[in-house]
């Protein structure tokens, strides 16, 4: 039994699209001993979760693993057949997804998916298996753990069902799990409780990990080596405090200034008057109140971020001031103006000058229509501009936002990347000419240098054009970043508002605090002193029923 | 430049797509042969429809011969119980048939298409109306309710188009709403919303064009049954009325050819099965194209 658990050599993977081969990963090392932990980091594409599947020999639909050979415990796996690697797979590697709402079925209940892997292979019966999990439920501190396991998926919430799905990974006790991305779809205060848990139980077990995320913070807490991806190539490997004092190649370098990122100027509001105010708004679906007596205003030419976890009315706040949702108490005023509570009754300048950004540009865009129709629209429906005057106001716009007119124009958003086409969506709002932008989570699902580019460019769109931006999102970082005010709102009312600076230095609300200290800094210890901090001064860990 | 927004990786993204024209080319020499049978089925039909006056040896009712001839030089596929020649009735026969299939088609889209759109754009009562209306239509038996209605207003053409057009367009109502909902629900059709489009462009621009796959192989379908129920209510006698060429009748006024081992009165059967056959092989690709898209992303 040697201390070598994985040893992956020259490793090339190659991904399928319109039939013809692309290389995803073009000979890789991977070396992994047993209880250690490796950090994969990397951007959207640069084939962490590829490698790390190809670690029990397992390529998406679509992928195939050209070369290379995979030696997991001395085994060879490449020449394997099914039969044997199916043997291998949840028994002595296992597999944690991002997403742990989509990996477990709805229609079972959590123990009964549990149960399902021993069972099957054979190292249980029902009866252990089942003692089993209530006792890694209670090390994954899950509440209530002698009958969380017969719950429902829908019935436990997010940070529950991730720790769950960490649980299920270790029911056969496998010498290896591959973690991908499993926090990224979380709260940060959430965020805190999964890593210690899945940092703790890794410790116990003895498990060797491979931890993929897009956070070098996040990373930093739970990996003893970390190796960065690029285009599935290699970039930098080193130990993790090596990693964080002295890292040495360029694009590891960048992935850090990301995160430090500042306006470049402090911008004040340049009207005394604001350019929306909520007014004491109360909103809701049904019989539940969703938004409770919710105040504040926005100027132009400053940026407002509404802070918040999932759930404190963020969203619900940009759909009372669109007009989607017509408040049950309260107004919305723009310029002074009380906006009829309905979009419906709302004539088109009142629509025009309140303009939307939203979280997925996939689905923000119609896939069916060119860019040139895209921000057509809005210039041909609010402005009234055809023929020459209108192609050249969208040759404009997509200078402003930095794409090639001659090279986007006849482009179908297919064609574009995640960043790009985030970029049509704010050239689309841009097109109306409004004073007020709201953006909904605009960088929430783009990668970090992506994201700081599109910030930049919001940046620069202010000052030029005075815009009044409600910057919706859930990360602190972006929020130090970009805003002039901050709202912080929790389970529907506002916590705590103000200019950033006064948000920011204590004294602050409780939950502020909360939030602000949440957020994974670039040192390899800060989580253990933060767990010791809280541990030490009784700070509930989450406000959540988790 | 966004160098950092530029994906390299992908090779596809950096050059625009290729037009139409060749895209829609090269997928079909791709396609698998039953597809290729479809088209092929589908271009000598219409072909013939559009130019049988001009393909034909003889007119549509002309009575030419003697009754039920042998096949021969003079009448290559004999003739029929009038003396017709049974080729240039068969010819005819697609021009009738096919031609009142596809328009009766078309308006059930039209009427079925457009209401499912405005049910799944309003929601509210307007869907419930709709909806309810339609389950209890289709709760009847579509050929007995053909039958029923074609007694009551008469079988000229145009009420025969009417009542099958209104029959089917329950299940395109159905359809249509459901892939609609889909559309309705995302991002960028509530941003079309909020800049305060009206219904016209919503459902033209903005849904439209995102379910044209399922709706076209819909077409498809639905273009089969409603041939074959014109060839069912003919064969009963309440479809295209005499003496106008049409298989389904067709089949009916030579059926006791066959007591004699001939195969003639099958000829305008299996005219039917092929065509249906092509356009169902013709669906298959598309929805397979169509769904192997989804997957692939």
């Known amino acids: 039994m040697t201390d070598r658990l994985l040893e992956i050599r020259n490793l090339e993977i190659d991904g399928e699209s319109d039939e013809v081969w692309h290389e995803i990963i073009k000979g890789l090392d991977l070396d992994l001993d047993r209880g250690e932990v490796l950090g994969l980091i990397g951007e959207s594409g640069a084939g962490k979760s590829t490698l790390g599947l190809a670690a029990m020999n397992f390529a998406r639909p679509g992928c195939r693993i050209r070369g290379g050979t995979i030696r997991f415990d001395g085994q060879e796996l490449t020449a394997q057949p099914e039969t044997t690697l199916r043997k291998l797979r949840g028994v002595r590697i296992a597999y944690v997804a991002q997403s742990a709402a989509a990996s477990f079925n709805p229609a079972h209940q959590l123990i009964d998916q549990f149960s399902e892997i021993p069972v099957v292979h054979n190292v249980k019966n029902r009866q252990e298996a089942e003692s089993d999990a209530k006792d890694l439920y209670r090390r994954v501190l899950l509440p209530d753990p002698d009958a969380i396991g017969y719950r429902y998926p829908h019935q436990v919430s997010g940070g529950q069902l991730q720790r769950a799905m960490t649980a299920m990974a270790?029911?056969?006790?496998?010498?290896?799990?591959?973690?991908?991305?499993?926090?990224?779809?979380?709260?940060?205060?959430?965020?805190?409780?999964?890593?210690?848990?899945?940092?703790?139980?890794?410790?116990?077990?003895?498990?060797?990990?491979?931890?993929?995320?897009?956070?070098?913070?996040?990373?930093?807490?739970?990996?003893?080596?970390?190796?960065?991806?690029?285009?599935?190539?290699?970039?930098?490997?080193?130990?993790?405090?090596?990693?964080?004092?002295?890292?040495?190649?360029?694009?590891?370098?960048?992935?850090?200034?990301?995160?430090?990122?500042?306006?470049?100027?402090?911008?004040?509001?340049?009207?005394?008057?604001?350019?929306?105010?909520?007014?004491?708004?109360?909103?809701?679906?049904?019989?539940?109140?969703?938004?409770?007596?919710?105040?504040?205003?926005?100027?132009?030419?400053?940026?407002?971020?509404?802070?918040?976890?999932?759930?404190?009315?963020?969203?619900?706040?940009?759909?009372?001031?669109?007009?989607?949702?017509?408040?049950?108490?309260?107004?919305?005023?723009?310029?002074?103006?009380?906006?009829?509570?309905?979009?419906?009754?709302r004539n088109k300048d009142q629509l025009r000058h309140v303009q939307m950004i939203y979280q997925m540009a996939d689905t923000a865009l119609n896939p069916r229509q060119r860019i040139r129709s895209i921000i057509g629209r809005p210039l041909s429906f609010y402005l009234n501009l055809t023929g020459q005057k209108r192609e050249e106001r969208i040759r404009e716009l997509l200078s402003l936002i930095e794409l090639e007119p001659d090279l986007y124009i006849d482009r179908f958003p297919d064609e574009l990347s995640g960043g790009q086409k985030q970029r049509v969506s704010i050239a689309r709002a841009l097109a109306a000419e409004p004073e007020f932008i709201i953006c909904d989570e605009v960088t929430s699902a783009l990668d970090q240098l992506v994201a700081e580019g599109i910030l930049r460019l919001l940046d620069r769109l202010q000052r030029e054009f005075n815009l009044a931006y409600m910057f919706i999102t859930h990360d602190l970082a972006t929020v130090k970043a970009i805003a002039d005010n901050v709202v912080v709102m929790l389970q529907g009312s506002i916590v705590e508002q103000g200019p950033k600076t006064d948000v920011f230095s204590p004294p602050h609300h409780e939950y502020t605090e909360l939030l602000l200290s949440s957020v994974p800094e670039m040192d390899p210890d800060w989580l253990n002193e933060l767990i010791m901090h809280r541990e030490k001064h009784g700070v509930m860990a989450s406000t959540s029923t988790s | 430049m966004t160098a950092q927004d530029a994906t390299p990786l992908d090779p596809q993204i950096g050059r625009p797509r290729s037009t139409r024209l060749q895209g829609v080319f090269r997928e079909i020499l791709k396609a698998p042969i039953t597809a290729k049978f479809g088209i092929l089925v589908i271009?000598?039909?219409?072909?013939?429809?559009?130019?049988?006056?001009?393909?034909?040896?003889?007119?549509?009712?002309?009575?030419?011969?003697?009754?039920?001839?042998?096949?021969?030089?003079?009448?290559?596929?004999?003739?029929?119980?009038?003396?017709?020649?049974?080729?240039?009735?068969?010819?005819?026969?697609?021009?009738?048939?096919?031609?009142?299939?596809?328009?009766?088609?078309?308006?059930?889209?039209?009427?079925?298409?457009?209401?499912?759109?405005?049910?799944?754009?309003?929601?509210?009562?307007?869907?419930?109306?709709?909806?309810?209306?339609?389950?209890?239509?289709?709760?009847?038996?579509?050929?007995?309710?053909?039958?029923?209605?074609?007694?009551?207003?008469?079988?000229?053409?145009?009420?025969?188009?009417?009542?099958?057009?209104?029959?089917?367009?329950?299940?395109?109502?159905?359809?249509?709403?459901?892939?609609?909902?889909?559309?309705?629900?995302?991002?960028?059709?509530?941003?079309?919303?909020?800049?305060?489009?009206?219904?016209?462009?919503?459902?033209?621009?903005?849904?439209?064009?995102?379910?044209?796959?399922?709706?076209?192989?819909?077409?498809?379908?639905?273009?089969?049954?409603?041939?074959?129920?014109?060839?069912?209510?003919?064969?009963?006698?309440?479809?295209?009325?005499?003496?106008?060429?049409?298989?389904?009748?067709?089949?009916?006024?030579?059926?006791?050819?066959?007591?004699?081992?001939?195969?003639?009165?099958?000829?305008?059967?299996?005219?039917?099965?092929?065509?249906?056959?092509?356009?169902?092989?013709?669906?298959?690709?598309?929805?397979?194209?169509?769904?192997?898209?989804?997957?692939?992303?």
């Open chain 1, 170 to 345: 270790l029911s056969c006790r496998p010498d290896l799990i591959i973690f991908d991305e499993p926090t990224t779809a979380l709260d940060v205060t959430t965020q805190i409780e999964v890593l210690t848990t899945i940092r703790d139980i890794v410790r116990e077990f003895n498990t060797a990990a491979i931890y993929i995320s897009h956070d070098l913070a996040v990373v930093a807490q739970m990996a003893d080596r970390i190796m960065v991806l690029r285009y599935g190539e290699l970039v930098e490997e080193a130990t993790t405090r090596e990693m964080m004092t002295d890292p040495k190649m360029d694009y590891t370098k960048s992935l850090w200034a990301v995160r430090s990122f500042k306006k470049e100027t402090e911008t004040t509001a340049t009207e005394i008057n604001p350019v929306v105010k909520v007014d004491n708004v109360t909103a809701g679906y049904g019989q539940e109140d969703i938004l409770k007596n919710v105040t504040f205003e926005i100027h132009r030419g400053q940026t407002v971020a509404i802070v918040g976890e999932s759930g404190s009315g963020k969203s619900t706040a940009a759909r009372v001031i669109t007009g989607l949702l017509p408040p049950r108490l309260g107004n919305i005023q723009l310029n002074g103006e009380v906006l009829p509570k309905s979009f419906k009754a």
């Open chain 2, 43 to 297: 271009l000598v039909y219409g072909f013939v429809a559009i130019f049988a006056p001009v393909l034909t040896p003889y007119a549509e009712t002309e009575i030419v011969g003697p009754q039920f001839d042998v096949w021969g030089e003079q009448f290559i596929l004999g003739t029929d119980g009038l003396g017709r020649d049974m080729l240039t009735r068969l010819l005819f026969g697609a021009r009738n048939t096919v031609g009142i299939a596809f328009i009766t088609t078309v308006l059930a889209f039209v009427i079925g298409g457009l209401t499912g759109l405005f049910a799944a754009i309003y929601s509210g009562w307007f869907d419930q109306l709709a909806s309810r209306v339609v389950d209890v239509l289709m709760a009847i038996p579509q050929l007995i309710f053909a039958l029923m209605l074609l007694t009551i207003f008469g079988t000229s053409i145009p009420t025969l188009i009417i009542v099958i057009a209104t029959l089917d367009a329950t299940r395109i109502f159905r359809v249509t709403r459901a892939v609609s909902l889909n559309v309705v629900v995302l991002d960028y059709f509530e941003a079309a919303r909020l800049r305060g489009e009206r219904m016209f462009w919503l459902c033209i621009r903005e849904i439209l064009p995102n379910i044209m796959a399922p709706l076209m192989a819909e077409f498809g379908l639905r273009f089969c049954f409603v041939f074959l129920m014109i060839a069912a209510l003919s064969f009963l006698g309440l479809g295209i009325q005499p003496p106008t060429a049409d298989w389904g009748s067709m089949v009916r006024e030579n059926a006791v050819l066959i007591t004699y081992g001939d195969i003639t009165p099958i000829l305008p059967a299996i005219a039917i099965a092929i065509l249906t056959l092509g356009v169902n092989f013709l669906v298959d690709w598309f929805l397979h194209k169509s769904s192997g898209l989804k997957d692939g992303h």
